[in-house]
């Protein structure tokens, strides 16, 4: 597998207070990669600075500190012209699918913006063809969502939709920003069913979400952020089945599960809650296992 | 007996004519019984919760009655309710950050609202600091403006504040949706403190989310599209439910444990009826695998066991 994105010491440092005088570390020296073929999971609570990485992989918001690389080149050098190329590659879908529509127009305009963008040449036939495919890949039935407006379609057909039009694209990662959070129980798994079939098409997914069943349920690498920093990553199978750091267990045992009330884990969370360090100065990442890392204290 | 309600029918009014969001609900709430109610987002949930309080000035009240510890509700009546409200039912709105008036201080706030049930705040204070203490809040809060204070912390004080009078019934809204995982327990853990300390008799909470309601609640009432789908005890409806939609949904929630690579979980294709003319019959029936002939009549919501009712003609 090739390494499609790579985040090297990246850190966010924002300006807050009057006159931007304090400073606020959103994400603190992060270094991951994202595979071709893989989705990797990006799990922390609210604060935690996960869509902060986001936006930070997507361009949106400057990095202030280390790189961000995507096949090998560094992100933030690019102009106008390699930004536009690099938008053809890498695409991002957010929370909330009734605020990315423009209400007054029809949701379909999302996909005429693509063609105005990046296909101006294409003939009509072909570039129907394309939509097509893109929504039968998305299980979407075209008669059913073209020409509505963004009211008349459901949260999932809406984020659907907006998987469909980054398909439309020579798509190699996409960054899933809590995509399903908003979506109904019934109708969510199908969305995230559908972020494992891109999966096997080759594309490399980053999965941001504060959910850890969802991020259980789909992703081959796990990375647990706490206040900007990374705590423990690693195979999701090792970081779920044996979580090493005090945080992770704690999040773990404060998950409702449907067949095990939490007074039968009570005991296990009133020890491991208690055993969560706080933030120390100078902790690093060990390699426990191999690919399971682990903050410990210096 | 805690609650009855019986057939109550509570439309949203619109231009183009009623949205049946509540279409005649009937079912029982025991004393001291944590019922949680459960559904997709636009299935009526949060107005059935609503119009046991506040009927808001689009929402209709139609049909059907409520009892409240066997003396009516008028909850028809905005201003026979205000007798009710706050001491006898009380709620923890949805957005409980946003509940608080920013302008006033927490005390201040507290103290205007108690007076205008015609209660001294200094009779409650100390049960006040008390109760906050309990949450694990200072009485300090007490001398802050809501925007001092985080979403947790709000989120506590609206609870407290919420069941000062010891209110018979409690409609608790959403309330853990906007948290965090580690902040969802630690509030879910307080509603049944609640309970146990006899701070409230019964409560109704309201979330779309079922497997907080497998921790806190004793019995969950599944709703959809306005109508009563089953209601039965939670691990009833958890392990055993009879009724199609609560079948689906039940397996297609993902639990820690459970992977994509090993096992694929399935949703419900289709989308909810719209409210507004909505089809005769079991609103399901378009979704439903196991529809027949049968379901264009509206199925009864029946017991079909003890403490278990289903809406579905398959079930009965």
Redesign the interface.
């Known amino acids: 597998m090739s390494t499609l994105l790579r985040l090297g010491g990246c850190c966010k440092v924002y300006r807050v207070g009057a006159f931007g005088g304090r400073r606020l570390t959103a994400v603190d020296d992060v270094t991951f990669d994202v595979d071709a073929g893989e989705v990797v999971s990006l799990i922390g609570?609210?604060g935690s600075g996960k869509s902060t990485i986001g936006r930070m992989i997507l361009r949106l918001s400057p990095v202030t500190r280390g790189a961000v690389q995507f096949r090998g080149d560094d992100v933030a050098r690019y102009g106008r012209r390699e930004l536009h190329e690099y938008y053809r590659h890498v695409q991002g879908v957010f929370q909330d699918p009734f605020s990315s529509y423009n209400p007054v127009y029809k949701a379909d305009r999302v996909f005429k913006l693509i063609r105005d963008a990046y296909f101006p040449q294409l003939p009509d036939g072909e570039w129907r063809d394309q939509v097509a495919a893109a929504l039968s890949a998305v299980t979407l039935d075209p008669t059913q969502v073209l020409h509505k407006y963004p009211h008349q379609l459901?949260?999932?057909?809406l984020q659907r939709l907006l998987i469909a039009r980054a398909l439309l694209l020579d798509i190699e990662l996409l960054v899933a920003d809590e995509i399903i959070s908003m979506l109904?129980?019934?109708?969510?798994?199908?969305v995230?069913?559908l972020l494992?079939d891109l999966k096997a098409r080759g594309l490399g997914i980053l999965f941001i979400t504060?959910d850890?069943?969802?991020g259980?349920?789909?992703s081959d690498r796990t990375v647990i952020l706490r206040r900007g920093l990374v705590v423990e990553m690693g195979p999701?199978?090792k970081v779920?089945g044996n979580p090493q750091h005090p945080y992770t267990q704690?999040?773990?045992a404060?998950?409702?599960?449907?067949?095990r009330?939490?007074e039968e884990v009570e005991g296990d969370?009133e020890r491991v809650?208690a055993a969560v360090p706080p933030d120390r100065p100078g902790s690093v990442l060990v390699e426990r296992e191999p690919a399971h890392f682990v903050r410990e204290a210096a | 007996m805690g609650l009855r309600v019986d057939d109550l029918r509570v439309y949203y009014r619109t231009l183009r004519g009623d949205v049946r969001a509540v279409d005649g609900v009937t079912f029982g709430i025991g004393d001291g019984e944590i019922m949680g109610l459960a559904g997709e987002s636009g299935c009526g949930k949060s107005s059935l919760g609503n119009s046991l309080v506040y009927l808001t000035g689009r929402m209709r009240y139609v049909d059907g009655s409520v009892e409240l510890d066997d003396r009516a509700l008028p909850i028809w009546d905005f201003e026979a309710m205000n007798d009710y409200r706050f001491k006898k039912v009380s709620v923890i709105p949805q957005y409980a950050m946003s509940a608080l008036n920013p302008t006033r201080k927490i005390g201040k706030m507290t103290a205007e609202l108690l007076r205008s049930r015609g209660v001294q705040y200094r009779t409650v204070a100390e049960e006040l600091s008390r109760r906050l203490e309990l949450v694990g809040l200072d009485d300090e809060v007490l001398s802050m403006y809501p925007i001092e204070l985080s979403g947790g912390m709000k989120q506590r004080v609206v609870m407290v504040v919420s069941t000062l009078l010891n209110p018979s019934l409690l409609i608790a809204d959403e309330i853990t949706s906007a948290l965090d995982v580690s902040t969802q327990k630690a509030v879910a853990g307080m509603l049944v403190e609640f309970r146990r300390r006899g701070f409230v008799k019964s409560m109704i909470v309201i979330t779309h989310d079922i497997s907080i309601l497998a921790q806190v609640a004793d019995t969950i009432l599944v709703m959809y599209a306005g109508h009563l789908a089953e209601k039965a005890p939670a691990a009833t409806i958890i392990d055993a439910p009879r009724h199609p939609y609560t079948k689906l949904l039940i397996s297609s929630l993902p639990e820690v444990g459970i992977r994509y690579a090993e096992k694929r979980l399935h949703g419900i294709p289709g989308i909810p009826p719209a409210l507004l003319e909505p089809p005769e019959g079991c609103r399901f029936r378009d979704r439903c695998p196991f529809a027949t002939d049968r379901c264009r009549r509206r199925p009864p919501f029946a017991e079909v066991a003890d403490g278990h009712h289903v809406a579905c003609w398959q079930a009965a």
Do not use: K
């Open positions: 609570e609210s459901s949260g999932g057909q109904d129980a019934s109708t969510r798994i199908d995230l069913n494992g504060h850890l069943s969802l259980n349920y789909i999701t199978g779920f704690m999040l773990l404060s998950v409702p599960h449907l067949h009330r939490w969370y809650s």
